[in-house]
């Protein structure tokens, strides 16, 4: 393939004329506002939407049909934050991190100013991610190729090693809720011989423990339980505000430059590697804001910088996430697989040679993400000031309609009622966990983690035993990183421990 063909000034011009039409614009819109009510519904996904819109976008034209299903997938990323702020349950898996901070803001009363935060974050996250999409689209599925077992191991791997960041100040307690959550992702069959593990005969859970049951039942049935005690989420300052406090959190994110420069990046390069999924990307920045900040208590209290990294960093790995589904044809979570199947449905057949193929389709497809960019905050602005009203819904009310929207959507799942038990079980969980101050992210992240790294160590350790994951550049710079983020706490904290403002003097 001739590099100058990878931009070809026609093929871009081609793709624009394909997005602006106003049949295209009308769909990418329509699209972009269920996707973002929908991930708003705490229990629900773009995934379930998207595999029931998937048959209509057959009776419009592939490009329309694709743009809108991009769109739609675009805002539930963004709208995923929405129910983890208000009631700490996580549209998506991937804002699952969003409510260590989003959450604890609506109960102080900050509400509408927490969704302004997390609306101007996945702005720029998903700016961002989608400039770098499209700039690196053409050449980037080359280098992803490089992506073997091992290096996607390493790449787990160093996304557990953010666990350190999501402890606290009590590590022992981390690393026993990291040790629970490994446990827990092993139920099931063995990866490489089949053999069962910890399913004690039940066929329900020979494939293992289904993500959105576990994670309705850590954040939403638990807190569920403990919001039967109150009066409202929110707790203090009684009022609803004005509109102006949500344009107020849009803007006060935009003070964080450098985690919302740090988080993009990380969330983009995650979003490029196959498989990798916005949990990783979005913990990850997480733990770096944390472990580089110097008001390091503040978090887990209702920071921004904390939520700004989350959600400017779980876009951009939504945007980044595409790229390897065009270049490689490999989607990385349900959504994007939806995603791939809309692209062979409508003829258009993603992978290496797409961008000859089908270059002006696929400019079209990465010019789209940056209107539905744009859409987070002209959409989201307006809708905002009606969802924070749930922050101060009476709990009489509110426990009700969550509680029936965590149960239908447990079972919307798989259709299987015994994922309703798993989420019932797993908010059992969460209560214990909670109670005893053991940290529930990380047993999140190594439930969601274990069965990336074990079944690509296997793997990788049949084609090349140990010695694997360390041959290559890519594995060995991995490596670095873990160490590095292992050993950034200990550093951070001489450095905090030196500073003129705790009560010493530098040597």
């Not at 992506?147 to 022992?172: H, I, K, Q």
């Not at 859970?205 to 109150?230: C, K, M, N, W, Y």
């Not at 959507?409 to 908010?427: E, H, N, Q, T």
Request: aromatic content about 12%.
């Amino acid at each position: 393939m001739e590099p100058t063909a990878l931009y070809d000034l026609g093929s871009i011009q081609t793709g624009l004329g394909y997005l602006f039409t106003v049949k295209t614009f009308v769909f990418l819109v329509l699209g972009f506002s269920l996707g973002f009510i929908v991930g708003a519904i705490p229990g629900f996904n773009d995934a379930n939407l998207m595999a029931i819109m998937l048959p209509f976008t057959l009776l419009i034209d592939p490009m329309t049909a694709i743009i809108a299903m991009s769109a739609l997938y675009f805002a539930a990323q963004a709208a995923g934050s929405i129910p983890a702020i208000l009631i700490n349950v996580p549209g998506t898996g991937g804002t699952a991190a969003s409510t260590l901070e989003g959450y604890p803001m609506a109960q102080q009363g900050r509400a509408g100013f927490a969704l302004g935060v997390s609306l101007g974050a996945s702005s720029i996250g998903a700016l961002f991610g989608a400039t770098a999409a499209l700039v690196f689209a053409p050449i980037v599925g080359t280098f992803a190729l490089r992506f073997g077992p091992a290096e996607l191991f390493m790449v787990a791997l160093f996304g557990l090693t953010v666990v350190s960041a999501l402890t606290g100040d009590n590590l022992a307690k981390g690393l026993m809720a990291t040790a629970l959550g490994l446990l827990f992702a092993f139920v099931g069959a063995d990866s490489a011989t089949a053999f069962e593990r910890g399913t004690f005969g039940m066929l329900e859970l020979f494939d293992g423990l289904a993500l959105v049951p576990v994670i309705l039942g850590l954040f939403g049935f638990s807190e569920l339980l403990f919001l039967l005690r109150q009066k409202s989420v929110a707790q203090k300052e009684m009022t609803f505000g004005d509109d102006r406090e949500v344009w107020s959190g849009f803007v006060h994110a935009m003070k964080y430059r450098i985690t919302l420069i740090r988080s993009s990046i990380v969330g983009t390069v995650v979003g490029f590697i196959p498989g990798a999924g916005a949990a990783i990307g979005t913990f990850v920045c997480y733990g770096l804001a944390r472990q580089w900040s110097r008001v390091k208590e503040k978090f887990g209290t209702g920071h921004p910088d904390g939520l700004v990294a989350t959600d400017s960093g779980n876009n951009a790995v939504a945007a980044g996430a595409v790229v390897p589904l065009l270049t490689l044809g490999l989607p990385g979570s349900a959504s994007t697989t939806l995603m791939l199947a809309a692209l062979f449905l409508h003829g258009v057949r993603p992978g290496p040679r797409l961008f000859i193929n089908f270059q002006a389709e696929a400019y079209a497809i990465l010019f789209s993400l940056f209107i539905s960019a744009a859409l987070v905050a002209i959409i989201g602005i307006p809708a905002a000031r009606y969802f924070k009203r749930v922050a101060f819904t009476p709990t009489r009310v509110l426990v009700p309609i969550v509680f029936v929207l965590l149960f239908v959507g447990a079972f919307a799942w798989r259709f299987i009622a015994f994922d309703i038990l798993v989420m019932v079980f797993f908010g059992l969980v969460g209560v214990a966990m909670k109670i005893y101050n053991y940290p529930i992210p990380a047993f999140l992240l190594a439930f969601i983690l274990g069965p990336i790294i074990e079944a690509n160590y296997l793997r990788a350790t049949r084609i090349g035993g140990h010695e694997i994951f360390f041959n290559s550049g890519i594995s060995i710079t991995l490596w670095v990183l873990c160490v590095i983020s292992l050993l950034a706490p200990l550093f951070l904290h001489m450095r905090d421990g030196a500073s003129p403002k705790n009560g010493r003097k530098k040597a």
